[in-house]
């Protein structure tokens, strides 16, 4: 069984940054949950807030989850 992502699931970095970003916020919603739950794994090795923007920006750029 698929796990439903609530917003406490999603650290409060990569929710601002995809909160500025409409694009990328749309992209990741069209990702599976297991695509999305790949993507938030990877997000918790961030360090910095342009670091953050910057992976999010690969949501639109094409290099999201594989």
Same mark, same amino acid.
């Given at each position: 069984?698929?796990?439903? +992502? $609530?917003?406490?699931? &999603?650290?409060? =970095?990569?929710?601002?940054? +995809?909160?500025?970003?409409?694009? *990328?916020?749309? *992209?990741?919603? *069209? +990702? ?7 993507? &938030?794994?990877? *997000?918790? $090795? &961030? ?5 953050? /923007?910057?992976?999010? /920006?690969? +949501? &639109?750029? =094409? =290099?999201?989850?594989?």
């Amino acid at each position: 069984m698929e796990k439903n +992502l $609530t917003n406490s699931d &999603i650290p409060l =970095g990569l929710g601002m940054a +995809l909160a500025q970003n409409t694009e *990328a916020l749309k *992209a990741f919603g *069209a +990702l599976t949950v297991p695509q999305q739950q790949d993507f &938030i794994e990877n *997000a918790h $090795t &961030i360090q910095s807030g342009a670091e953050m /923007r910057a992976y999010v /920006r690969t +949501l &639109i750029n =094409g =290099g999201g989850t594989e």
